[in-house]
């Protein structure tokens, strides 16, 4: 599944944000040994969905080329870690897990390290140099450098494409569109994913095809900014590339995130509205609840605006899962402004937030301006937001007591609950022995919290053990 990236089109405050293809360290002997069987690869990845998806991506041209992808790492030849620029929090996240394999690396000789994702473009070749076991830095958009390279050393080891194990996996992201041309004042993607750029209709049904030819069920269509999504081919917009979607036999969901409240057209709310499988669910993020510091933050909408949005979002689809993302402590944010946004929760009730401090990025506009809300100020303000949407989590979740939800069972708990997720996005549990992996389930949700829901379906028959997924569904955070 190979998406169609464009390089950044690089704003003067970012002119060292430059698009780079492949980095490597230059040194006198070949660092790989003949190995005697395929290559092995640990991959490690961390960021946004987005990231979760170059990872697939990675994974499959890397077995194509005859390497063995996601070996775990003691068994692994070369580690490539897949990165995330987007707060400093993330950059320090990867540095730490860098510094776990340095000695993984020194263990044994011939074993390589590279680096691609957002850190990758926003810091470029200056990594060779800040990290000196770290052998290749590329631009996962412009892999083709980097599998070449690969082919070329290691090519007494390679033996044609490596089938890559059958995967039980019942729901998959989608790339439909790269890129974000927003130019948000505190945002490093636009610089780091480039311009947008979408795959034709025919490419992504193709792909939805044979994700359910695999026994995926459940499809996520993605982008940082989904739904400017447009078919360079027919100029289809987002609401009739799900028509297409909805449209492959055998798919049971479709969500798509992340969209922009500039986008939000009625054509997408009676998408989803009419489509069976898409469901009932928005992430839009709104980032702040005050006009002021929306300006400043460059989102070109209001907050009135945005409400009006969510309104007309609501009227439309029944039983709506909202979701969104919010900054606190953005540069200048005074206590009237944070008001604003706890206000902003308050009206709104999201199902889930996605609550973070601002990260100060450079090369963007925002890094010009002082970095003003003291850290502790941020702190208070985040853990403020938090329990808040704690609270209003666990009532939105209370509401659905005694009412039917769909189940997609994902697998089975250690305890032999069974796990998997509603049509909202929530978490829910069913009893042991109620319900197999890959099964729906219409069950009565029984109890909440502001994590998850319990509910009963008649039907017994449990065997495998599994890991109940993250719960994205009541609220999350970042520092
Ligand atoms: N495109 C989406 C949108 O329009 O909101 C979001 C994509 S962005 C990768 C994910 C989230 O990261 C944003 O919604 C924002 O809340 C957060 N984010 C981006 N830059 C940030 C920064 N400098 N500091 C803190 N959070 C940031
Ligand atoms: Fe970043 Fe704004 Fe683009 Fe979202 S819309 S990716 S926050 S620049």
């Known amino acids: 599944m190979r998406v169609v990236k464009p390089l950044a089109l690089l704003s003067p405050d970012a002119a060292h944000l430059r698009p780079l293809q492949m980095a490597e360290r230059t040194r006198r002997e070949p660092i790989v040994p003949v190995l005697g069987r395929p290559p092995r690869v640990h991959l490690w990845h961390i960021g946004c969905q987005m990231n979760d998806a170059d990872r697939e991506d990675l994974a499959e041209q890397l ?16 580690a490539v870690l897949i990165t995330c620029a987007v707060r400093q929090n993330a950059e320090q996240k990867v540095y730490g897990k860098f510094k776990e394999l340095v000695p993984w690396k020194q263990r044994r000789r011939g074993r390589a390290i590279a680096l691609t994702g957002c850190m990758g473009v926003e810091h470029g070749s200056a990594l060779l140099d800040r990290l000196p076991e770290l052998d290749y830095v590329f631009d996962v958009r412009e892999s083709d450098g980097f599998m070449a390279k690969l082919q070329a050393l290691y090519a007494a080891d390679l033996d044609g494409a490596v089938a890559l194990p059958a995967s039980d996996r019942l729901s ?14 505190y945002c490093i993607v636009p610089f780091v994913r480039g311009r947008e750029s979408s795959r034709t209709v ?84 709104v980032q702040a609840g005050d006009d002021e510091l929306l300006r400043r933050m460059r989102r070109v909408y209001t907050v ?60 963007t506009a925002a890094a010009r301006r002082p970095d003003d809300v003291p850290r502790e100020e941020k702190k208070r303000r985040l853990n403020h937001l938090l329990a808040l949407q704690r609270e209003i989590a666990q009532e939105r979740n209370a509401a ?80």
């Open 172 to 185: 998959a992201y989608v790339p439909v569109i790269g890129g974000c041309n927003e130019m948000c004042t």
């Open 304 to 363: 009135e605006h945005y409400l009006d949005i969510i309104g007309r979002a609501r009227a439309a689809v029944p039983d709506l899962a909202l979701t969104t993302d919010i900054i606190v402590g953005f540069s200048g944010e005074t206590e009237a402004e944070f008001l604003g946004t706890e206000k902003l929760m308050r009206d709104v009730r999201f199902d889930t937030v996605h609550l973070a401090a601002y990260s100060v990025r450079p090369g």
């Open 63 to 78: 077995a194509d080329i005859g390497f063995v992808p996601e070996v775990a790492l003691e068994d692994a030849d070369l």
């Open 202 to 285: 025919e490419q992504v049904v193709e792909d939805v095809r044979a994700l359910v030819s695999r026994g995926v069920r459940e499809v996520t269509l993605l982008g940082q900014n989904v739904n400017s999504y447009r078919c360079p081919r027919s100029g289809a917009g987002l609401p009739e590339l799900m028509h297409a979607v909805d449209a492959v036999e055998g798919l049971a969901r479709m969500r798509f995130l992340t969209s922009h409240p500039r986008n939000a057209s009625p054509g997408l709310f009676e998408a989803m509205r009419d489509l069976g499988t898409a469901c009932e669910q928005l992430h839009l993020p």
């Open 400 to 479: 659905w007591v005694g009412r039917e939800v769909e189940v997609l069972v994902e697998g089975l708990a250690e305890d032999g609950r069974a796990y998997g997720r509603t049509r909202q996005g929530k978490v829910a549990h069913l009893p042991a022995g109620a319900a197999q992996p890959g099964e729906l389930h219409r069950a009565t949700v029984q109890a909440a919290s502001a994590w998850q829901l319990d509910a009963v379906c008649p039907r017994a028959d449990a065997r495998r053990g599994g890991t109940p997924p993250r719960h994205h569904s009541a609220l999350e955070y970042a520092e």
